[in-house]
């Protein structure tokens, strides 16, 4: 009896033993918790490079529409010299133009919008009538098809507005809107609210000029063209929501516009400037680099930078210039 209860003991206490040998513990999977960790800590690069990488798919001129599934907003500032010509491609591959350039960069203009495959505008944008801003109208209306075209009620007697006038009044299909503010359009997921003019009547061509906030997501520019500070209050005024992540500086950087009150306002975080090189008005002007600059906006200048590129995916902001 004895014998058997001794047996019995040594039994248990070499399960005892084997049992406390092993880790029974809760486990914890370092590996995940590093690779979560990581996953936090480059986030936001992470996004960023995909943005990039798209950006890049945007650049071939041959991708079709089913290729990228994530489709970004793409506005190009294009180098045309001394004046303005803005392309906007949507998400959903609609084009938008917003002015055109002087007559002299008419091939390099033309030959940009080609490259981009451009067939067909949904809206087109001629903030005021300045041949700076509409040069090649006419070449545009005659090379590519035109849905709609916005316009303000400003006139001039120039040439170059008066061909403007006589080519719309040739194609019938094209519906011409008078610009105002308050006006607002919709080319799938990008919002276009319409700010200025406010007025019926102005004393200086440009304070004609359309301003519009475009909107895709959580991403936002200004259009200004070249409204001046007269503008600027008018719009702070009525308490429009200014804020936006890109600033198309007014008037090619001119110290008529961009006031710091309006810096303030729209709080941008890049100011675009389209000018050309060397110009003889002196654009653009010291006083208004300055403001820029102290309102902590990176400045990104077609003169030095040649055609400026900017790609959204609705959160982030990917900007590349051609030089």
Known sequence: MNKRLLAFLLVFILIFSFAASCDFAPTVDVGSQASSAAESRTASSAASSAISSQAGAHVSSEESASENESRLLVVSFIDVGQGDGILIRTPDDKFILVDCGPAEAEKSFIAFLKSQNVREFEY????????????????VLQEFKVKNVYMPDAATTTKTFTNLLNELDKQKDIKITQAKAGQKITVGEVNIDILSPSKDKYGDLNEYSIVFKLTYKENSILFTGDA????????????????????????????????????????????????????????PHKSTLERIASAGAKIYRTDNDGTITLYANGVEIVIKSEK
């Open 124 to 139: 087109v944008f001629f903030t005021h009538p300045h041949a700076d801003h509409i040069g090649n109208a006419v070449k």
């Open 228 to 283: 001046y500070i007269k503008n600027e209050k008018e719009m702070i005024a009525a308490s429009y929501d200014l804020k936006a992540d890109i600033l198309k500086v007014g008037h090619h950087g001119s110290d008529s516009s961009t006031s710091t009150e309006f810096l303030n306002a729209v709080q941008p975080k890049y100011a675009v400037i389209s000018c050309g090189l060397d110009n003889s008005f002196g654009h």
